[in-house]
């Protein structure tokens, strides 16, 4: 389903639809479909923490800013009934043409995350959210929201950037990172100088402390089970390339946290 008239987007958020609409027709890494060997074993692909033990089967799930042919067909193939949202159009065309090349039923609408009018309260058994709030200045309404569609005792899974890694440079002169971008400052973090893993092209992204993230989170009516940082270092890497920097700076934070609340259904799920 398409953006509705009455779905007013900030500037933030319609620059960011247009970067990446432009990494789709550019063929960016973010923007690739997942493989043919990805779909053998799809939920050990989407569950590397482990957090999903007893499988998704059944499960109503929400993919937020997920496009990209990824994620949706992934937590289909696992047997999940899956909704993906997302600002990108082109992103969300790569989600319906891998769902017909492969025959899973998928329900898509672009939207922004932070406005989510057209899913129902308590409709998803996990809501499940790639890096993305980076790309938002504010991000208490969209916790909000997802609180909002979540079922009492659902799962909310759910990375994103970590601050030091959106305040330090991404080039080193001298085999250290400077921080470049207050912890407060509300702008967006300089462009990259030059194609950085870390950092989308073209982007407007912006650093959220921990009392926006982890705090949020609670705020919205989530308790925290479990938090792991996915470890891309390598002390022995090159100065300045992706495994380098990413020892110095833990690059993300993924975080599995439970709606407040219990439901009969949360009784009869083994999580
Ligand atoms: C890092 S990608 C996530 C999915 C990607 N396929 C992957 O493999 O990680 C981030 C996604 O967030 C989406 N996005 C950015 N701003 C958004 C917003 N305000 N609301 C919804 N989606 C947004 C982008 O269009 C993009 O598809």
């Given at each position: ?36 060997e990805e ?37 289909a193939a ?59 200045p504010r ?133």
């Amino acid at each position: 389903m398409n953006l509705h008239e009455f779905d007013e987007l900030s500037d933030d958020v319609r620059f960011n639809q247009a970067a990446w609409n432009r990494m789709v027709a550019c063929g960016h890494a973010l923007a690739r479909p997942a493989r043919d060997e990805e779909f053998q074993d799809p939920l050990k692909v989407i569950d590397a923490s482990g957090w999903l033990p007893g499988g998704i089967a059944g499960w109503n799930v929400l993919c937020l800013a997920a496009g990209g042919g990824r994620h949706g067909p992934l937590y289909a193939a696992a047997g999940a009934s899956v909704t993906v949202v997302d600002i990108s159009s082109a992103m969300l065309e790569l989600d319906r043409q891998v769902a017909n090349e492969r025959k899973l039923a998928l329900r898509t609408f672009e939207a922004s995350m932070e406005n989510l009018h057209m899913l129902a309260s308590s409709e998803f058994d996990m809501v499940i959210h790639p890096v993305s709030t980076c790309y938002l200045p504010r991000v208490d309404q969209v916790f909000r929201e997802v609180a909002r569609v979540t079922r009492p005792s659902g799962l909310y899974v759910s990375q994103h950037k970590q601050p030091a890694n959106l305040q330090a440079s991404l080039e080193t002169h001298t085999g250290n990172y400077i921080v470049q971008h207050a912890y407060y400052d509300h702008t967006p973090v300089p462009p990259a100088l030059a194609p950085n893993i870390l950092r989308e092209p073209n982007t407007r992204e912006f650093v959220h402390g921990w009392n926006d993230l982890l705090g949020g989170i609670c705020r919205a009516g989530f308790v925290i089970e479990d938090v792991s940082e996915p470890n891309h270092g390598r002390a022995d890497a090159a100065p300045g390339s992706f495994g380098h920097r990413c020892h110095f700076i833990a690059p993300y934070l993924r975080i599995k946290a439970r709606r407040t609340g219990e439901s009969a259904k949360s009784r009869l799920i083994h999580l």
